[in-house]
């Protein structure tokens, strides 16, 4: 059984700084793609970054610049490090993951993953 377990998130004031870790436990891929989506009330699940086991990553448009994803300090694990939160930024952070070969197709479909953590809260006040 795959599992995936979110840390940080929180609230923050516009122009702050969050960190967002996820550890995967259970799978047996040989490579992956993993990663993390958001999704705030009334809005569609967007891809917000990912990293695949060669260490590819992909960034939605509206976090460049502002967002860095890593491989986490342990193994099967990753870290999303936000800086510059403006409001637009507050939503529900979902981990996910997904065998692949690298996160440079797909990376951002939803529809294509197969194991999401339960989310973590991000809210970002003005």
């Known amino acids: 059984q795959v599992q995936l377990v979110e840390s940080g998130g929180g609230s923050v004031q516009s122009g702050g700084s969050l960190r967002l870790s996820c550890a995967a436990t259970?799978?047996?891929?040989?490579?992956?793609?993993m990663g993390w989506f958001r999704q705030a009330p009334g809005k569609e699940r967007e891809g917000v970054a990912a990293?695949?086991?060669?260490?590819?990553?992909a960034y939605a448009d509206s976090v460049k610049g502002r967002f860095t994803i890593s491989q986490g300090s342990t193994k099967n694990s990753i870290d999303l490090q936000m800086h510059t939160l403006n409001a637009e930024d507050t939503a529900t952070y979902y981990c996910t993951i997904r065998s692949a070969r690298t996160c440079s197709r797909f990376w951002d479909e939803f529809s294509r993953y197969e194991f999401w953590g339960q989310g973590t809260q991000v809210t970002v006040s003005s």
């Open positions: 259970g799978h047996t891929y040989s490579s992956h793609c």
């Open positions: 990293i695949d086991s060669d260490g590819y990553t």
